[in-house]
T-cell receptor
């Protein structure tokens, strides 16, 4: 497809389980971002990739969260030992270059519910 | 750190009413400012932007002016339509920065 693709669109898991969320950015986009949107909250920055490297991991809320990007394309966000406060919509976005244009293209998100 | 504050919603208007959604920011240096919109069932998309003081961004009848003296970037539209119903996010990107800082979002509901 032409847009940013995220999977799964919905994930329900039990507390303590690990989850993986996948993001497939727009082809050719070198920058990739993960944000989290909690109920009633704004968008919280998690991590940013330029190519395969992550120069900015400042937003990851704890060491249970990790992300990787391989081949400069697909990225996975992994949450280990999930907690109820991890319930949120996880949004992925990509942009064409690192250059500071601010135009990000977002996917529809992965809604995570931790029971 | 950088932050964005926008008015809480929901904002409910009748079709053809005037819209203003307030947005103020705190940032060092000279950030770029943005409005993003999230229509029901869709991902966020860029609505408009302004990169320096006194710039006016505009798109789809919406406008916002970068006011450095009041650190504001209010979103306006003269006549809203039902199709404008969505959640609107104000955001900034710091000068030489590489990520967007978002406000909490404002839900707009337009009734026929």
């Amino acid at each position: 497809g032409a847009g940013v693709s995220q999977s799964p669109s919905n994930k329900v898991t039990e507390k303590g389980k690990d989850v993986e969320l996948r993001c497939d950015p727009i082809s050719g986009h070198t920058a990739l971002y993960w944000y989290r949107q909690s109920l009633g909250q704004g968008l919280e920055f998690l991590i940013y990739f330029q190519g395969n490297s992550a120069p900015d991991k400042s937003g990851l809320p704890s060491d249970r969260f990790s992300a990787e990007r391989t081949g400069g394309s697909v990225s996975t966000l992994t949450i280990q030992r999930t907690q109820q406060e991890d319930s949120a919509v996880y949004l992925c976005a990509s942009s064409l270059t690192q250059k500071n244009t601010g135009e990000l293209f977002f996917g529809e998100g992965s809604r995570l519910t931790v029971l | 750190g950088d932050s964005v504050t926008q008015m809480e919603g929901p904002v409910t208007l009748s079709e053809e009413a005037c819209l203003t959604i307030n947005c103020t920011y705190t940032a060092t240096g000279y950030p770029s400012l943005f409005w993003y919109v999230q229509y029901p069932g869709e991902g966020l998309q860029l609505l408009l932007k302004a990169t320096k003081a006194d710039d006016k961004g505009s798109n789809k009848g919406f406008e916002a002016t970068y006011r450095k003296e009041t650190t504001s970037f209010h979103l306006e539209k003269g006549s809203v339509q039902v199709s404008d119903s969505a959640v609107y996010f104000c955001a900034l990107m710091a000068w030489a920065g590489n990520m967007l800082t978002f406000g909490g979002g404002t839900r707009l509901m337009v009734k026929p």
